[in-house]
């Protein structure tokens, strides 16, 4: 069957980018080097019998909890992941999303505690309907490539909310989905909703819909639960993300290199477990290095420190020939305004021309604890914005167009021609955002952006419309969810 999205690498390669770059080689090796150091030296605490038992047998220091890995053990593990690998929609061999270090996508992020609703403006808690609305939301979304939790759910038993969220979003969308779990139970029960989804267990191994998020505890410790999830995984192949999260000042260094080595140590030591249990199985690289703010002790995303660290992961990303995992469309503003807008273009912007390949948080008020859907859909037009600037422009004959301007000549215009004709749509066109002379858009009712985007956002709830899963999943789903 074709593949549902084209290759762009050659086409853009006709282009002149925008670039964005920070480290060379020899600052990659440096911080590759002082992860390897801590590992070595510091090591880790592993609070899991299995993932100790992999580790001690390959040859690393174990002393009960703790274990001290080798830099040659970090390298083989490094060669033994894969350089790329991809995501599917829904139940095809159609590939969604190709994450093979230079495409680069965007998704909602997981877990909020509050939602902010478009249909009555308020802030509540989080139910099953809310979900399905947001999930609905980002399915409609051309720029949102994968669907994420985005809210912790009231109305379900607190105990499987995770599998309740997982059904939900297989339920409302054909896109991939970054699945949030709590255990191995969870993770077990997932796979084998996404298995019925994608028409058996060889199917979803072959055509992955699902990869799991996951990761250490900072500093330098790996729980029972993140170890189980990791090696389930890696055990059948299923795409997986195992990233710690830093607190630059809190669980980590204040320093961002200090913070972002601690993260790639911790990073690399969950790499380890994951291919010693299977060789080659697909891991998703990267780091969330955060800081606090040290007046108001929390933790932020609309800051330039938090934009470096992404450039970091990126350029580490790349200097392993791994896939990356990053951050983008998120706000620590607690409503959709000005500073929501720009937190959301400079972090979008920062991950598409460092190439962070899985850009999650799209979405995300207060500092990761409200979902706004409005807040997706602005963040799509920023998006398509921000892909045509990254896109760059073209030097060929045709685009220097000098046999028109010889033929216009002085004084003369190009409105007509039929190289304008022929180019006009490579100019971007908003969506969204209004270019109406005043008068005109004052006859139209004088709507600003706010206002347009709710009407937007609560007719995609209304209007879009997802195919639905057969009988025979919807059974599997409910036999799982009731047990």
């Not at 925008?18 to 992860?35: F, R």
């Not at 979003?169 to 699945?179: A, D, E, G, W």
């Not at 199917?203 to 250490?216: A, C, F, G």
């Not at 580490?316 to 929501?340: I, N, T």
Request: glycine share 6%; charged share 25%; aromatic share 6%.
């Amino acid at each position: 069957m074709k593949e549902s999205i084209p290759d762009m690498s050659q086409t853009l390669q006709l282009r002149k980018r925008p670039t964005l770059k920070m480290l060379d080689h020899e600052d990659c090796l440096k911080l590759h080097q002082a992860s390897c150091e801590i590992l070595k030296n510091t090591g880790i605490v592993v609070h899991n019998k299995a993932g100790i038992d992999l580790l001690k047998k390959a040859g690393a220091v174990v002393d009960d909890l703790h274990v001290k890995i080798s830099p040659s053990l970090v390298e083989w593990a490094l060669a033994s992941a894969p350089e790329k690998f991809n995501l599917y929609r829904r139940g095809t061999d159609n590939v969604a999303i190709r994450l093979d270090g230079e495409q680069v996508y965007f998704g909602p992020g997981s877990d909020t505690l509050h939602y902010l609703d478009p249909r009555s403006g308020l802030r509540h808690d989080f139910q099953v309907k809310d979900l399905a609305d947001c999930v609905i939301v980002c399915d409609a979304l051309k720029e949102i490539d994968f669907v994420m939790s985005m809210g912790v759910l009231r109305d379900v038993p607190s105990e499987k909310y995770f599998q309740h969220q997982f059904a939900t979003m297989l339920r409302y969308s054909t896109k991939p989905i970054v699945v949030v779990c709590n255990g191995l139970a969870d993770v077990e029960a997932i796979a084998s909703m996404a298995a019925a989804a994608a028409g058996g267990e060889d199917r979803l191994l072959s055509y992955p819909n699902i990869l799991v998020y996951s990761e250490p505890s900072t500093p330098l410790q790996h729980s029972l639960e993140a170890v189980d999830k990791l090696l389930f995984c890696a055990e059948h192949a299923i795409p997986i993300t195992h990233s710690p999260a830093p607190m630059m000042g809190g669980t980590a260094p204040v320093t961002l290199a200090g913070a972002v080595v601690l993260g790639n140590a911790e990073m690399l030591s969950g790499l380890v477990m994951h291919q010693l249990k299977n060789p080659g199985a697909p891991f998703l690289y990267g780091h969330g290095v955060h800081h606090l703010d040290m007046k108001t002790m929390i933790s932020v995303y609309g800051a330039p420190e938090f934009q470096l660290a992404r450039v970091m992961a990126a350029e580490m990303g790349r200097f392993y020939r791994l896939p990356v995992w990053g951050y983008a469309g998120h706000s620590d503003s607690k409503v959709l305004d000005g500073q929501a807008a720009a937190d959301t273009q400079f972090s979008v912007l920062v991950a598409l021309l460092a190439k962070t390949n899985l850009n999650h948080d799209v979405g995300y008020l207060e500092s990761g604890l409200t979902h706004s859907p409005e807040l997706m859909v602005i963040a799509d037009e920023i998006i398509s914005m921000s892909r045509r600037f990254v896109e760059g422009v073209r030097l060929d004959d045709e685009a220097l167009a000098l046999e028109l301007i010889d033929k216009v000549g002085s004084g003369g215009n190009y409105t007509a021609s039929e190289h304008t004709l022929k180019n006009w749509r490579d100019l971007w066109m908003p969506q969204l955002f209004d270019r109406k002379r005043l008068d005109r858009w004052e006859a139209q009712g004088s709507k600003d952006i706010n206002a347009r985007t709710r009407e937007k956002t609560v007719a995609l709830m209304n209007d879009h419309k997802v195919e639905p899963l057969p009988d025979s999943v919807e059974q599997v789903i409910e036999t799982i969810l009731s047990r």
